[in-house]
């Protein structure tokens, strides 16, 4: 069965009982508990359901986003985003105030941290606040602004504004393109602003990218690459690059 057809079976089944368990949807199914537990996750990250342990259930009419639409890049790199993630929440202290911007792979944080408690997590990102809305041990603060539909962020002034009196420990970040000589670059021009005040709330940069990202030159020039405190990264990251980055005084994490 194909994955795609496999998550509809499995968001219908939850749709209809209320909920489900991974054990049950793995007998249901005839696949690991693990690629049930990947499943979920994916389709959590869209705000058809709500991850719990020991499986997931339909989304309460008190939730902050109900339905959300599959985001770009979504379907893409989703083992190494899960990879990424989870190495990056190991990076999040006990009492710490962190950033997450928004995009698929910093969704992929925000999904290894659901169970942390004493963290707040400023975010401009929809999926994001969506994503740890139910976890108890942490506080969020959403920025604000107007709408970008593509990634479900909030960017424009009135977040920009909102972020001059906040200071964070880290800048979870994600981008469209790394590249030694361009640096770190995005899509959209709107977004200039808005990634420069969000970079100005902490001395401390983590950009999260998958291979892909590498060697990009996207439309806006964001910041230098050596902006960047850490790049967490897959393995299948270009050697070459990895290497002319690390020259340039950046820290990079492969996992």
Excluded: W
């Excluded at 942390?116 to 809305?133: E, F, G, Q, Y």
């Amino acid at each position: 069965m194909l994955r795609k057809e496999r998550q509809r079976q499995i968001y219908k089944r939850i749709e209809e009982q209320g909920k489900a368990t991974v054990s049950e949807l793995a007998d249901q199914l005839n696949v690991s508990q693990m690629t049930i537990r990947r499943d979920l996750q994916d389709i959590a990250a869209q705000g058809a359901v709500e991850r719990v342990h020991g499986g997931a259930v339909t989304v309460g009419k008190g939730q902050l986003i109900s339905r959300l639409p599959t985001l770009e890049g979504h379907d893409e790199q989703v083992d190494a985003k899960r990879r990424i993630g989870e190495s990056v929440a190991n990076m999040v202290a006990e009492g710490e105030t962190i950033f997450i911007g928004a995009g698929t792979t910093t969704l992929a944080v925000a999904e290894a941290l659901k169970d942390r408690h004493n963290i707040s997590v400023v975010t401009n990102a929809l999926t994001v606040a969506n994503t740890l809305a139910s976890s108890r041990g942490i506080t969020i603060m959403v920025t604000g602004g107007f709408l970008r539909s593509a990634n479900l962020s909030l960017v424009g002034y009135p977040g920009e504004r909102n972020l001059q009196d906040v200071r964070a420990n880290k800048v979870i970040s994600g981008i469209r393109g790394i590249d030694p000589q361009y640096g770190l670059t995005s899509d959209d021009l709107q977004e200039m602003k808005t990634n420069l005040a969000i970079m100005s709330i902490s001395k401390t940069l983590i950009v999260v990218a998958d291979h892909s990202k590498f060697g990009c030159v996207a439309a806006s020039r964001t910041a230098p690459v050596n902006a960047a405190s850490v790049i967490v990264t897959d393995t299948q990251a270009p050697n070459e690059m990895v290497v002319e980055l690390r020259k340039r005084g950046v820290t990079i994490i492969q996992v």
